[in-house]
């Protein structure tokens, strides 16, 4: 498995949460992230994965691959989440990952041309999370892209 130690310290200074949940970078290209993240930091009081930790490595993952496509598109911009929902569908009782869904290259091509031409970007992303290969929860999230100042 190829290790993405670079992409781990730009996200662990970026955003220094993903460090303390023990988030870890299992692949990071310009059309697909996937994340992992261990129990233990992120344990609830029932032994499984807290809520909050689980949306919040689906919302990075979402975050990363909007990040690694401007720069595979060699675009600028600042990447925000808008909005978010979480569908919960099964406890997990152990480490996770949290795996983008392709997004069609029209939509990366209109969010290139907005922020070039000085406007904000929306773009919609699904971020699907499993526990042990079984499917555990969704996130369907809103993100934009601010342009540069």
Same mark, same amino acid.
């Given at each position: 498995?190829?290790?993405?130690?670079?992409?781990?310290?730009?996200?662990?200074?970026?955003?220094?949460?993903? +460090?303390?949940?023990?988030? %870890?970078?299992? &692949?990071? !290209?310009?059309? #697909?992230? /996937? *994340?992992?993240?261990?129990?233990?930091?992120?344990?609830?009081?029932?032994?499984?994965?807290?809520?909050?930790?689980?949306?919040?490595?689906?919302?990075?993952?979402?975050?990363?691959?909007?990040?690694?496509?401007?720069?595979?598109?060699?675009?600028?911009?600042?990447?925000?989440?808008?909005?978010? +929902?979480?569908?919960?569908? %099964?406890?997990? &009782?152990? !480490?996770?990952? #949290?795996? /983008? *869904?392709?997004?069609?290259?029209?939509?990366?091509?209109?969010?290139?041309?907005?922020?070039?031409?000085?406007?904000?970007?929306?773009?919609?992303?699904?971020?699907?999370?499993?526990?042990?290969?079984?499917?555990?929860?969704?996130?369907?999230?809103?993100?934009?892209?601010?342009?540069?100042?």
């Amino acid at each position: 498995m190829q290790h993405y130690q670079d992409i781990e310290d730009y996200l662990y200074q970026a955003i220094p949460l993903a +460090q303390a949940m023990g988030v %870890k970078v299992r &692949h990071a !290209a310009e059309d #697909a992230v /996937t *994340l992992w993240a261990p129990l233990e930091p992120n344990i609830n009081h029932c032994a499984t994965i807290f809520g909050g930790s689980a949306a919040a490595v689906a919302t990075l993952a979402g975050w990363l691959l909007v990040y690694r496509k401007l720069q595979a598109l060699g675009v600028r911009g600042q990447v925000m989440v808008r909005r978010s +929902q979480m569908d919960y569908q %099964k406890a997990m &009782h152990g !480490a996770f990952s #949290a795996s /983008t *869904l392709p997004v069609a290259d029209a939509v990366w091509q209109r969010m290139a041309g907005a922020l070039a031409k000085g406007r904000m970007a929306r773009l919609q992303l699904v971020v699907e999370l499993e526990c042990g290969e079984v499917a555990a929860g969704r996130l369907d999230g809103e993100f934009v892209v601010l342009p540069p100042n």
